[in-house]
């Protein structure tokens, strides 16, 4: 049996507090803003592990029919794919593509949702540009120093004044984390593509 090479870091305290963070509110999210039977393309930037996509599909598993997973790291996104291979065997469509998110032009598709929660991780802004108009777009960030944080927002309103040019918010939220060595915050958005 193939053995999977994961950095534990995903499954620390803070990176599943935050996924799950934004399990509870999209699926509100989903029962405002979503048509239930239209079946979405869920679009994850950043995609790492693949551990939001498995927990946001096992929160909200009648929403999505389709799952495109991108990512620069090649072994994770090949882990990523057996993270989600039980919403294959559910006749999930799983796709992995190893691309900078900023050079890829994404399908025109009606029913996407784009979901990035490494905006800090994520140089440059094409990939925010080139999300088709009238698309949901659901980001995350955090103001925490990292060394491989290279975009992070000072705070809320900061976090805001970063998309409010490219993304019709329609929810905003703030979570804040306490750690003995340290503590951040991260932000979230729900929107649509301009
Ligand atoms: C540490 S992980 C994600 C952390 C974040 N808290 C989360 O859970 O989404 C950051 C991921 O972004 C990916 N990444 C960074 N820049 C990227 C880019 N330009 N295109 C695609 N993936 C990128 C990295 O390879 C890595 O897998």
């Excluded at 534990?8 to 999210?29: N, P, R, T, V």
């Excluded at 994520?122 to 290279?150: C, F, R």
């Amino acid at each position: 049996m193939p053995i999977l090479n994961i950095p534990s870091d995903a499954f620390s305290h803070g990176q599943i507090k935050s996924k799950l963070w934004l399990c509870e509110h999209f699926k509100k999210w989903a029962e405002i803003h979503f048509k239930q039977e239209s079946g979405y393309t869920l679009n994850w930037y950043g995609s790492w592990i693949g551990l939001g996509p498995l927990l946001l599909l096992s929160f909200n598993n009648n929403v999505f029919k389709k799952i495109n997973l991108f990512d620069l790291n090649e072994y994770d996104l090949k882990s990523s794919a057996s993270v989600l291979d039980f919403w294959r065997c559910e006749s999930i469509e799983v796709n992995t593509f190893n691309s900078d998110v900023n050079t890829i032009t994404p399908s025109k598709d009606a029913n996407q949702l784009f979901v990035n929660t490494a905006c800090e991780h994520i140089a440059g802004s094409a990939w925010l540009k080139n999300i088709p108009v009238g698309s949901y777009v659901l980001l995350q960030s955090t103001d925490m120093p990292h060394i491989e944080h290279i975009n992070c927002p000072e705070n809320a309103k900061d976090f805001l004044s970063k998309y409010i040019e490219e993304i019709q918010i329609l929810d905003t939220q703030e979570l804040a984390f306490q750690y003995p060595d340290k503590s951040f915050k991260r932000f979230m958005l729900l929107g649509i593509k301009k």
